[in-house]
């Protein structure tokens, strides 16, 4: 049987189309269930924030993989000609030894077009250069302000990026309404059944540990980290952000230098 499960509470990070899981029904039985189909809505205006932030890392991943997946299949490819063609060499070498077999001419390799790697290498050039002095502008900007405003700044961004999918959210989470699926299972309602925020976190409950128990977060068999790279990283991102501010003569305009 199908069914329609709403989720009003928490976030769908792991809900994706083909995931088992179990119904339990009014009678307390549990049913092996599995996701069909997703209708993307949002959850609350927190999860609403984070949205954009995880749709362009779920892309960025899904390019990654596309490309990986194809770089792989061009490899067995090339392995399974390259085997096919070895299989073919030995073949007419031993029909040779029998009967003598015509000459193939070898056909020439296909002359370098330097024009074409030209336009390639001058199409990324430019790109990237393009790019670059984006990047630039938005630093040389950014660095130009007094250090009071460097979070204001940040805080805007984020705004800006996060502000249109959260108006998109709290319009929609205002038009929730019970009515339409209590009428679809034979109740008689004639009225507004408005799901708020309040109302649609008890509709779904998150599994939670039971009382007077602790969570043990560490885990025996994990593989060890190095603790020296996360120190590293952290020393070259601080060295590169003050040569950038030494650069532009930020540290001199502040009085630290």
Known sequence: MLI?????DGDFDNIDVGRNGIFYDRKGRDWDATIVKIVDNPISIRQAFWSPYRKVSKFINNQVEKFASAKEKEVDTMAQTGVEKTAGKVDTGLKASVEAAPVATAVPPAPFDI???VG???ALSLAL???GSVLMSVFTGFFSLTWW???????GIMLVISG???IIAWLKLRKRNLA???DANGWAVNARATINITFGATLTHLAKLPLNSKLNLVDPFAKKKNPWIPVIIIIIAIAAIAYLLWH??????WGIL
């Open 129 to 131: 250069g393009a790019i």
């Open 4 to 8: 329609v499960a709403a989720f009003t």
């Open 115 to 117: 024009g074409k790697f």
């Open 248 to 253: 532009f003569g930020f540290l001199s305009k």
């Open 180 to 182: 339409p699926l209590l």
């Open 149 to 155: 405003k460097m979070p204001l700044a940040l805080i």
């Open 120 to 122: 390639i290498f001058a």
């Open 164 to 166: 249109p999918s959260m």
